[in-house]
């Protein structure tokens, strides 16, 4: 008998969610095997087709189901038969309010023998953690719009940026900073303009700062640290930055590290009083969806990350390097179909 079950909720959601999600959990199957972990697995049919069917995003007593769990795995959702915003408001962004996930966090890691679109970097200038803010900003909806479609049209959106939200995103990022070898923290804002939100940053970052001696701190504008992700990756360890600017940097920081497809993150609670979810940082792709020729490896990256968070660091190790050996031999090779690279990984993982 297994000797610790998990509550695992599964949303595939659109596109390509399913096919991707459907390789995933062939991994953790594997490596829960050799872990002795039982996984009780609920699949939810939320996104395109029940929004169609219904009319509604996520109905309430789902959202309390889904609160029932250990860890969620999400694949994506979106698909252009759904106007734009329906079901990233009524779904995505519910969840991460909901369950109050203020850490998006999410990894840009260059593995051996990835492309990287920039020239003389190595594996090892690549390996940052970016800590993103997951429920402030300018995502909260507050705002409006006044004169909508006529030439006086006045539309706000208002960045909400709490005492309590940034500090406990910083506190986060400076005990990641602190259980990492470069033990480095780079705040990224835009201070010199947004002051008002950038010195509420600031200020926590320094405060925060003095329970963390050993961690070294830095600060870029948003604008700088977009040059350097490219120029000078080397000079990033652990970055925080708010709910706008991470969501930017990190399309920036999955390109240079070999592409949407390789992007995994997660949508944390650290309290634990919700459980985390766990996600691709790429979208339903509906351009290549169900021709099974989306890359599965940022699902597969997610589930190490959601093994981590479970306080499975060897199973997410494993995994990790099974991942790690694949990228390695794919280079050169001929494009393998979606479920011929979760198996080539599945088979790594288990043997
Ligand atoms: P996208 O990430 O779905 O696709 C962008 C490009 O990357 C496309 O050319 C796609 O084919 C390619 N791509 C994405 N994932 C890939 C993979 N695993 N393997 C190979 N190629 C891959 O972003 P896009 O096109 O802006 O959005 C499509 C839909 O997804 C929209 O409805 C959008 O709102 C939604 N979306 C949902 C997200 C989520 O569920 N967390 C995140 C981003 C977008
Ligand atoms: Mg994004």
Redo the contacts with the bound molecule.
Sequence with gaps: MASRSIRLAVIP?D???PE?VAEGLKVLDAVAQSHDLAIERETYGLGAARWHETGDTLPDSMLEEIRGHDVIL?G?????TVP?GV??RGL?LRLRFELDYYVNLRPVKLYPGVTTPLADVRPEDVDMLVVREGTEGPYTGVGGVMRRGTPQEVATQESINTAYGVERVVRYAFARAASRSRKKLTLVHKDNVLTFAGDLYQRTVRAVARDFPEVSVDYLHVDAASMFFVTQPGRFDVVVTDNLFGDILTDLGAAIAGG??LAASGNVNPTGDAPSMF??????????AGQG????T?TILSVAMLLDHLGVPEAARQVESAVAADLAERQGGPARATSQIGDAITKRVAG
């Design positions: 959601g596109g390509i969610g991707v999400l994506a959702v979106g698909d252009p734009s079901l990233e995505l949407i497809g996600e691709p940082v790429h979208g339903s792709a509906p351009d290549i020729k989306a890359d599965p940022a």
